[in-house]
């Protein structure tokens, strides 16, 4: 394969796009042309490029094809003769071969540090495909007195590092590397996504390492300056180097020694190569665990000197408020039981760790702002023996997650034994209720009504009084019987296909001679003479018949009106009288169980407070729904809505929707036209549910 430096291939291009501008090319990537490196400038310093976001056009050739690093994504890395980036291509666009000269037009963008351009338009140029020759970067002298390869004056581009390979292990996403290159790291990733496996089975950890690949960066924060990465492209790019520059001219001045040297000097060169040696081997695996992209508090500490602080990574210079070398502002150094909120636990910590060579933990940390933090640190010891690093992560979020959980279950497992014991004392009481009371009262009616019929007429009205009372307990304990299983389960409430406008009819005729008794006019108003529907006809006729009595057993003069109303997707019913009215402070507590406006000895009415509220219930078991509206000594109106169809019934549900209530000054319009000799019987009720009465 012939090789081709980066200014020649540059050269080349441009000759490339000189020949395609024919008049029947294609016009993607039509404007400006811009040089690769041209791109990268920052005039406000801020570390992003200042054309990031705009429309650009570049010339170069793929250095690596789509979908070559990572599968599944439109993803590739072209570079001109001044540097070089990243395309992102839409999912469904054609795919580029590495070695293609292309004509690029796209939409600028830097992510994590890296320059890129988003949405390209791509223009085959004239020629044949060919492979780009790498750049050789080698550890280069800096100012801060470091020393590595510049990946990021290539970054996009095509590059061979070498470096001592420190750790290589697999992750969720694929296998990394991590490489020493004077005194950077380098991260070698391999995609576990992409078309052919790269296999790192050539090295081990502490051999030096020759990668070849593409040049890129994963920094997500300003000011873009670490987290570098290599991206090899193929099975062979990973490979062994042999011995390290260094090492080769140590060899070379060792050998160099020996001859210029005597006898008597050799054993002391000797000493002094082995020392550099540990000394390089020590800085490695203290580089492997410090590098700047952790996210994680990271600390090497001095054992012999109570576990001190002797380097300090970004994440821990900031949590706890030290500088690189583990001192405080003010220039003292600092030990991990000083960063501990317990320093008797974090010298046990320590202690463990020198003992056994490694340790974890959970211990709560200071910050910088006084702050006790939950970290779980795991220290372990470095080659040399005396020196430890320490890696701690916040573990704040999962032990509130934990605790929260914990919490969740022993409340869960509280609640259920408390229904459960409640469903037992229910199910007792009930049984107890049931056989105990309802069983001496039936014999108790039974022989009342003998006596009524037997005994003389004076005597007859204490058989009627004992008839009486022990009807009215009956009643109170069907009630709430009747409220504990429909509290408890849909008791009563099987839908069957029935006629709404016969329920009506009929619960209305049984309570008629109640009215008549009274003196009271019982009128029935209905649109439709059949009104067929899938409800429990005893569950309906509970309801009407609740509220009818109710109406009838509050009214002392006048009348009760009820009205039923035929919709196309539920019906209404409306039971109107002209009773005592409920006051308003009062129609929040009407449904609830055992409530009554009049209570005690000196109550008005009798009762248990529960006809409302099994109303109610039996209401919403048939999906409907119950609204009042009442006035202190102007009588009450209640209204029912209920779908024609049950919502367990085998038709579609369809709930009644109630577009209007009665105002106060319809009813009081109503109520004047019942009270108005003569025509009472023809007033229309106010309109309700959306239907007109």
Known sequence: MPRFRPRVLWIAALACLCAAGTPHAQTAGEGDLSSIRSLRNDGDGDGVPDRVGKRVV??????????????GLGEAYVQDGTGGLRLVFPPDADAVLSGDSLRLAGTLGFRDGMLELQNPEARALPGPAREIEPARLTPDKRPDGGSGPDIEGHEGELVVVEGRVLEIENT??????????????????????????????????????????????YDPQPPYDGSYLVYPLVDGDVKKAGLSPTEYRNGALGVAGLLLIAVLWAVLLRRQVRKRSEALRA??????????????????????????????????????????NGDRPDGRSVRLAQLAADEDEASLH??????????????????????????EIVTRRLQEGRTFVA?????????????????????????????????????A?????????????????????????????????????????????LDTLNDILDFARLDAERAGVLPEPIDAAVVVRESVALLAPLAKQKGLGLHLQSTASSVPATHSEPALGRVVTNLVGNA?????????????????????????????????????????????????????????????????????????????????????????????????ADAPEAPPEIPHIPSPEELVATREAVRADGASSHAAPPTAFGVPA
């Open 391 to 427: 890696i701690a992560r916040n573990v704040t979020e999962r032990r509130a997650y934990e605790h929260g959980l914990l919490s969740a279950i022993s409340a869960a497992e509280e609640a259920r034994e408390q229904a459960e014991e409640a469903a037992r004392l229910k199910s």
């Open 552 to 648: 009838i057993k509050f009214t002392e003069r006048g009348e009760v009106r009820v009205s039923l109303h035929a919709a196309p997707d539920f019906f209404a019913i409306r039971v109107q009288d002209t009773g005592v009215g409920i006051s308003e402070a009062f129609l929040p507590e009407l449904f609830e169980a055992f409530k009554q406006e009049s209570h005690g000895h000196g109550r008005d009415f009798e009762g248990t407070g529960l006809g409302l509220a099994i109303t109610r219930r039996l209401v919403d078991l048939m999906g409907g729904e119950i609204r009042v509206w009442s006035q202190k000594g102007e009588g009450t109106l209640f209204e029912v809505a209920l779908p024609l169809h049950a919502p367990n």
């Open 283 to 324: 800085s490695e695996v203290r580089y492997g665990h410090l590098f700047n992209a952790a996210a994680d508090p990271v600390l090497l500490l001095d054992v012999k000197r109570g576990g001190e602080v002797i380097e300090a990574n970004r994440a821990a210079q900031r949590a706890f408020g030290i500088d690189v």
């Open 429 to 473: 009481i009930l049984a107890n209720m049931s056989h105990e009371i309802r069983t001496p009262l039936t014999a108790i009616l039974g022989f009342a009504d003998i006596l009524r019929e037997e005994v003389a007429d004076d005597l007859y009205e204490y058989a009627d009084t004992i008839r009486t009372g022990g009807q009215r307990l």
């Open 172 to 217: 969720p996403g694929g296998r990394i590397m991590i490489l020493l290159s004077g005194t950077d790291l380098i991260q070698v990733f391999a995609y576990t996504l992409r078309p052919a496996p790269v296999s790192f089975d050539a090295v081990r950890i502490g051999d030096y390492a020759r990668v070849r690949g593409i040049a890129a960066q």
């Open 350 to 375: 320590l202690a463990e760790a020198d003992q056994k060579g490694s340790a974890s933990g959970v211990l709560e940390l200071t910050w910088a702002d006084h702050t006790h933090v939950p970290y």
């Open 58 to 71: 570049v010339t170069g050739r793929v250095t690596a094809g789509t979908g070559l690093i990572r599968a």
